[in-house]
C-alpha cells in the first residue's frame, strides 16, 4: 500500500469513527427521552448513566476524530467527502457539548445534595405524597437530613422564602395557579393547612421530583411562601432542585 492510499485510508476510518460518535451523542438522549415518552421504558438510573456516558464519550470522539480528520486531510479539498465528513463530524460534537460542558459544571460546581428547602430550621414537611412515593419504591426518604444544611447554605446562600403582601387565602392561589403554569402536577391542595404538594418530571432523563409549598401568614395581610423540592432518586440533583424553587419563587413574585 502506497503511502498516499495509506493516508486515504487513515482519513476514511477517522471519519467514520468521527461521525458514528457524533450520531450517538446527538441521539443518546433523545432517544431515550422518546423511549420513556412511548413506553419502553422507564428510564432508570442506570439506563440514564449509559445515555449520558454515551453522549460525553460520544462527543469527546467527534470533537477528537474530527478535528484529526481536517488537520491531517493531507491536502483533500474541502469538497472531498472525507473532509466534509470530518467538519461535519467536529460541528456534531460541539453541539452535543453545549448543552453537555454547562452540566458538567453544574455537577462540580453544586453541593451533592437532593432535598433543598427554602426553611432549612423548619422545613415543609410532604404528607400527600408519602402513598405515592412509597408505592414507587423511591429510594430518597422524604425526611429531611439536617446535616445537609450546611451544604445547601454554602451552596445557595441567598435561597430563603418570600413574603408576599397578600393574605394567606389570596397567596395560597397564587400558588396554585403557578405551579399550574410551570406544568407540575397538582397532588395536593389544602388551604386550611396552607399546604400544596406538586410533581415535576425532567424532560430529558425522566427523573420525577416532589415538591412542596407552605403558604403561612406573616403579618398584617402578607404571606411567607416557603418551598421545598426534593428527587425521588439519585444523591446529587446537579442544582435542579434548588433551580426549580428559584423559577417558583420568580413567577410567583
Not at 413506553?39 to 467527534?62: N, R, S, Y
Amino acid at each position: 500500500m502506497s503511502e498516499q492510499d495509506a493516508n486515504l485510508h487513515s482519513l476514511q476510518r477517522r471519519t467514520k469513527i468521527a461521525l458514528s460518535a457524533g450520531v450517538a451523542a446527538l441521539l443518546a438522549f433523545p432517544l431515550l427521552t422518546v423511549g420513556r415518552l412511548i413506553g419502553l421504558w422507564d428510564a432508570p438510573l442506570p439506563l440514564i448513566g449509559l445515555a449520558f456516558f454515551v453522549a460525553l464519550f460520544g462527543m469527546l470522539t467527534a470533537i477528537i476524530a474530527g478535528a484529526l480528520g481536517l488537520i491531517k486531510r493531507h491536502g483533500k479539498s474541502w469538497d472531498d467527502n472525507n473532509v466534509r465528513g470530518a467538519l461535519v463530524s467536529l460541528v456534531l460534537g460541539i453541539v452535543v457539548a453545549i448543552p453537555i460542558v454547562p452540566f458538567l459544571h453544574l455537577g462540580l460546581s453544586s453541593p451533592p445534595i437532593h432535598d433543598i428547602t427554602t426553611d432549612t430550621v423548619n422545613p415543609p414537611v410532604f404528607v400527600s405524597l408519602l402513598a405515592e412515593r412509597e408505592a414507587t419504591n423511591a429510594p430518597n426518604s422524604a425526611e429531611y437530613d439536617f446535616g445537609i444544611v450546611e451544604q445547601q447554605k454554602s451552596g445557595y446562600p441567598d435561597l430563603g422564602p418570600i413574603v408576599l403582601d397578600v393574605p394567606v387565602a389570596d397567596a395560597f392561589t397564587r400558588v396554585v395557579e403557578t405551579v399550574n403554569d410551570m406544568g407540575w402536577r397538582l397532588a395536593a391542595a389544602v388551604p386550611e393547612e396552607g399546604r400544596v404538594e406538586a410533581v415535576d418530571v425532567t424532560f430529558w432523563s425522566g427523573f420525577v421530583d416532589d415538591i412542596v409549598i407552605r403558604v403561612t401568614p406573616a403579618g398584617d395581610s402578607q404571606s411567607r411562601i416557603d418551598v421545598r423540592s426534593l428527587s425521588r432518586v439519585g444523591g446529587s440533583d446537579v442544582g435542579k432542585n434548588a433551580a426549580r424553587i428559584y423559577e417558583f419563587l420568580d413567577h410567583l413574585q
